[in-house]
């Protein structure tokens, strides 16, 4: 008999669509505890959200009500579109309807869940993975056991919104306060749960039900048939810090390795589904590279094992890092059907990486040389490869920007993306150091905002009343409006009028690009453009090219058709999908 009925919503707008994983894991874990769980899609529902909420509430009384919540925003400097008033729409809409208990979760949610539980309003919330603690908070209710007992759980009481800590774990040392630092040493969890170890959080031995065509679970196959690919975990979290990234903070700083054999089972499944394009969900497919190299070699091995198995058919889309990868790790990458990697590159310049891709123990891993050794492995072994570049750093230069750009399309990769601007966020150590840097009472040169009405000041967590006010700053200003924080480096040829602007857009450097760009080479790159979502650049929102893309039932990582796509847009224009194929 069912324990009690969880629903689990998804309020992602975004197209096109990607299957909420999420809620696959989640209701893996609670159906295993015994409770009946529900799914709540509201993708295939952007214009009658509402009307589709209310009829399910008509029917149905939750004992708890989760929400996920992917993407905060866009993360894309120019286009900085903010996702979580949607969300908040929806979710106000939800508690107008049920008196049940509200807990959010999420990637986009973890890299400021204080500010958003406040933001909300809703009663609990976690950061990082949250199979195990949903089921605990899940059992609480039902049982009556104190929340307070619900490790890791964000409560929002009268008294304020604080979280549940864990038994001690190890954190960095020095990260008081920030959030950032190097080496590692036991010490009581900090208040904001930032930079915790979370492999206690993640369930990693079993394998996660993917269902598809069944009402009221996620349904893979329509995800498939509208967007084209499938996610597939393998591990949580990254090891790694570089100072722009949000995943160690959100995912947890330590690897939690799944199971190998529970992971392919779950590619098995997809497969036979006819989900036959996998795209890893690791914060790095190739960081663990053990790991990855044995779940490669289970794939290969069933293959080889069973002509019938749909793992033949598979076609795998990774995200790496230039290393580590050798020889054997590209073989064996190709024997298990990965079709295309994406590599986050970054930067040719030794001295821009040096501060700023590195290690837990704030070390550089890799040069310019690992990256070219990459991209002709993958080529000699009939994979794709996208190469990411990623302009705006602190240091950045029109000069560091020409050799950047000269050494990266000499690689001759299959798509070379070129990236401008970094949104900020509360724990990346970019973040902190800026809120550090401002003090509270003075702006950087660099920071910027599209919405921002005066200078941007931000505080350290030090000199806020708690994460509430620290995590809120990054995302909206004093009076409560929209103002996605972002940081162009002040070195870059701009106007004095836009460096000083807190509003100013680097419009200069988004023309230096393009012109440092032959535009025999346009099929081959995504630039930048200032409105930040245009068939030219890699803002995956609503993005016209995709959507036309995943309309005609193109699969597999978008970037694999780039280099087809004015092709493709005419396609699209004919058949009325869009009224103007791209230049
Ligand atoms: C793979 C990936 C992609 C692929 C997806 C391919 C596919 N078919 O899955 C592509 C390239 C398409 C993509 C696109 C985008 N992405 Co993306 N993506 C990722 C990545 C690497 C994996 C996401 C994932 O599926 N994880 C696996 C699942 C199982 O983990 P999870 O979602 O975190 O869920 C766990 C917890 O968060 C928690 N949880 C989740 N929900 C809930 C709910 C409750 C109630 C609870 C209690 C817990 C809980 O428990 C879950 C299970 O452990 C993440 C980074 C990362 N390491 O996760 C970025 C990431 C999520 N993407 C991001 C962004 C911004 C986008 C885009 C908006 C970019 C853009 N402008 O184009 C689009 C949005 C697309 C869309 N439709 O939503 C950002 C979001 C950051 C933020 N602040 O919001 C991330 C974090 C990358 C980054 N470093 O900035 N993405
Ligand atoms: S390797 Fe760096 S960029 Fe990649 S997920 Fe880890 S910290 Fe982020």
Known sequence: MSRGLVLLVNPNKVHPPIAPYALDVLTTSLEAAGFE???????????????????????????????????????????????????????????RLTDAPIVGGGIGFSTMPFALVDYFGIDFGVKGPGELIICDLADALVTGRDTATVAGLIRNLPQG????????LTVPAGAEGTGV?????????????????????????GSYLRRSGVPYKVDNLLYYQRGGLAGILTKNGCAYRCAHCVEPDAKGIRFGRRDVAAVVDEMQSLAAQGILDQHTTDSEFNLSIAHAKNLLREIVRRKHADADNPLNALRLWVYCQPTPFDEEFAEL??????????????????????????????????????????????????MLTMVEALFGMPGETPQSIRE??????????????????????????????????????????GLQSNTATGPIV?????????????ERQFMFDEQGNFRLVCYFSP?????????????????????????LIDPADHHRVMLPTLSGSSEHDNNYADNPFLTSLSGLGYTGAFWAHWQDRAAILRQAQQVGMIETAGS
């Open 181 to 205: 630092g190097a080496g590692a040493r036991t010490a009581l969890p900090l208040a904001g749960g930032q930079h915790e170890d979370r492999v206690w959080q993640v369930d990693r031995t």
């Open 37 to 95: 769980v529900e799914v709540l899609d509201l993708t295939f529902h952007r214009e009658d959200w509402k009307s589709h909420v209310s009829e399910y509430f008509a029917l149905r009384r939750p004992v708890l009500v989760g929400v996920t919540i992917r993407n905060t925003d866009t993360v894309y400097a120019f286009e900085q579109r903010p996702f979580v008033g949607e969300h908040k729409e929806i979710i106000t809409e939800i508690m």
């Open 404 to 445: 950047c750009v000269a050494a990266f399309m000499a690689l001759d990769a299959t798509v070379t993306g070129f990236s401008l601007g970094l949104r900020l966020f509360p724990y990346t150590p970019m973040g902190a150091a800026m809120a550090e840097q401002c003090d509270g009472v003075r702006t950087m040169p």
């Open 491 to 515: 070195e870059l040829a701009e106007d004095a009028a836009t460096l000083d602007e807190p509003t100013g857009r680097w419009s200069r450097t988004v023309d230096l690009l393009w012109e």
């Open 333 to 382: 990458l190709a024997a298990a059907g990965c079709r295309g990697v994406n590599v986050g590159s970054d930067h040719v310049r030794a001295d821009l990486l040096r501060d700023w891709k590195v290690t837990g123990k704030g070390t550089s891993y890799y040069t310019f040389a690992d990256t070219e050794k990459l991209v002709r492995l993958c080529h000699q072994h009939g």
């Open 458 to 470: 931000l505080k350290p967590l030090a000199k806020c009343s708690g994460p509430v006010e620290y």
């Open 161 to 168: 919104i604080s979280r549940v800590a864990p038994a001690a």
